[in-house]
């Protein structure tokens, strides 16, 4: 490991001068590795017996190495330069030492400003320093550099590309359920969708217009849900039924309004059956058949007992025949008035009207 006397070097005359107001990194002594200085490596990168320990070793020093690299550009030793801008490329950064190679993209030489582009490579995208560095580079005076910056932006562009693919999927989703009338899913969807590409115009559109429906149906589905339970309390079931209908159209998956439809469904079964009984009853009493219209008016009491019209007949035929000195099936005098406790009345979400 190399020992660290302090971190930063003075950066050399060949790098961006710094801003006005900006520390300067490289302020005191070398940093070493196995008792040699990055100097020294560098020196030995000529030497083919040494070359790969030397690479070794300034891969070892990494960011600590930048000033003597950066020095060594200038070399005129062409195989020391075409290594040196090798090593500069194969640096690995941390996070803390990302702005030393930002300011390396300013270098007056182009082999440096290659090498800080391949070293930021692997912070594409996460970095959004790095990026907007990087796509400044991408019109850099010389076409290497260039190309090098376009090829590290790839994975932001395969990124966006992935990030188009899927909010294009969600809202064509998105689109589909809205038109099945699932509003609520589809705005989910269409939220989503937004967190993932929030400038997007038409689709941030889309979503706020169907939020304004959404809002209009859920309006609309309280509405008809207040007229069918105060049709309920005054038992007029087909009103009722026929309200609760139109909030499903509002709200087709409602489990409130689905069984509240099921309920008033089997009640206008019973009023059918309940009719029919009675009408049947009173044709035979009216053709003077009283123990059959005491017959089925007793099956309209079993129906539903709390009939006061049904009680009312079945009393009055057990009457007549009695009157007439035929058997009513139970010896009755004249019926007492009947108090019956109104039926209980429906309350949203209740099984029972």
């Known amino acids: 490991m190399p020992t660290r006397v302090v971190l930063f070097l003075s950066l050399c005359a060949c790098a961006a001068p710094a801003q006005a107001g900006e520390t300067d990194p490289y302020a005191d002594g070398p940093v070493v590795y196995e008792g040699k200085s990055a100097k020294d490596w560098i020196a030995a990168l000529a030497d083919p017996a040494k070359r790969e320990k030397a690479r070794h070793a300034l891969r070892r020093l990494g960011a600590d190495a930048l000033p003597d690299l950066l020095e060594a550009v200038k070399s005129r030793d062409e195989v020391t330069r075409d290594e040196v801008a090798r090593m500069l490329g194969d640096l690995k950064p941390t996070e803390n030492e990302i702005p030393r190679f930002l300011l390396l993209l300013r270098n007056e030489h182009f082999e440096v400003r290659r090498g800080a582009v391949r070293v930021l490579a692997p912070f594409v995208p996460a970095n959004e320093k790095v990026v907007l560095a990087l796509q400044q580079a991408l019109h850099d005076r010389d076409r290497a550099v260039g190309e090098a ?136 009493h009216r053709a003077g058949k009283l123990e059959e219209a005491l017959l089925l008016g007793q099956q309209a009491l079993k129906v539903d007992p709390q009939r006061l019209e049904a009680q009312d007949l079945v009393n009055r035929l057990r009457l007549a025949l009695a009157q007439q000195g035929r058997n009513p099936g139970v010896h009755l005098e004249a019926p007492p008035p009947v108090k019956v406790e109104a039926e209980p009345r429906a309350q949203p979400g209740k099984d029972e009207f």
Request: charged share 40%; hydrophobic share 40%; glycine share 2%.
């Open 149 to 284: 910056a376009e090829a590290a932006l790839k994975p932001l562009a395969e990124a966006e590309a992935h990030k188009r693919e899927k909010t294009a999927e969600l809202l064509q989703a998105m689109r589909e359920l809205a038109l099945k009338d699932r509003r609520e899913e589809a705005l989910r969807i269409g939220r989503d969708a937004l967190n993932l590409d929030p400038n997007s115009e038409p689709l941030r559109i889309e979503v706020e217009r169907l939020e304004r429906r959404l809002t209009a149906s859920n309006e609309a589905f309280a509405e008809n849900m207040k007229v069918a339970h105060k049709a309920m309390e005054l038992g007029d079931w087909n009103l009722a039924r026929e309200s609760v209908q139109q909030a499903l159209k509002q709200r087709p998956d409602d489990p409130n309004a689905l069984r509240d439809l099921v309920q008033l469904e089997r009640r206008l079964e019973v009023e059918k059956r309940m009719k029919e009984l009675l009408a049947a009853s009173r044709d035979l």
